[in-house]
């Protein structure tokens, strides 16, 4: 046990601190302050834009709702959110309690929380924003549960292709590169010290089918202290 225990941690180490060694391909490379395409067919939760840097943005969300499956232990990212967005799926076909059919949009999230015990599991909290004109009132379903959020603000990088297991740890590495120094870079380390939140999350804003144009992010969700904005 404590050998497996070793080893996860050294592999996730391995995996931030490779981001300054690998090779970023063009498909990969980040797209900072622009809005996502899909969000121009579909529902997107609206935010603002608080400061444009280098490889990075940050945005103020307003109290979106989401909502989300119970934590999903995996080995991969890609496992669980396809595992969590065919429940997700369901229930917006109207495999809920109010046989209600709800719009598709976008983005879906997976809140990514490694863990330190055997086989390198993390915990993965796979979420589909509900549209306002449902919000007041999303239908209920067994196994699921709403997510309201207050006022957030999250640092982003943008990313392109299909998501990858072996990517996303260096994408998350890469964003952490790119606030550290900053007031962000402490506001995110300050907020996950205090609120014990998800390591990272993954905002993915394509169907499957979908080949070109495709953007996913990296989100740190972090709060910010009266005054910290405009320091």
Known sequence: ????????????????????FVYVSSDSLP?????PPTCQRIECPSYDLIQVGNGYEIRRYNSP????????????????????????FDYIQGKNNYKQKIEMTAPVISEV???????????????????????????????????????????????????????????AAALKASIAGTKWGAAVE???SANHTSVYTVAQYNAP???????NE????????DGQQTM
């Open 113 to 171: 929380s490694p863990s330190d015990g055997p086989f390198c599991e993390s915990s993965f909290v796979v979420s589909f924003y509900v549209p306002k004109e449902n919000q007041a009132n999303p239908p209920p379903a067994k196994g699921l549960q709403v997510q309201r959020w207050k006022t957030v603000y999250v640092a982003v990088r943008q990313f392109g292709g299909f998501v990858k297991d072996s990517e996303v740890g260096e994408q």
């Open 65 to 88: 709702v989401w909502i989300s499956n119970p934590p999903i232990q995996d080995i991969s990212l890609v496992e669980a959110t396809r595992t969590g967005f065919l429940r997700l």
């Open 1 to 20: 046990m404590a050998a497996a225990t070793i080893a996860c941690k050294v592999s996730v180490l391995l995996s931030l601190f490779s981001v300054w």
């Open 190 to 192: 300050k907020s996950k």
């Open 209 to 215: 089918f979908e080949y070109d144009n495709r953007v």
């Open 218 to 225: 990296i989100w740190f969700l972090f709060d910010i202290e």
């Open 31 to 35: 797209n900072v302050g622009s809005f």
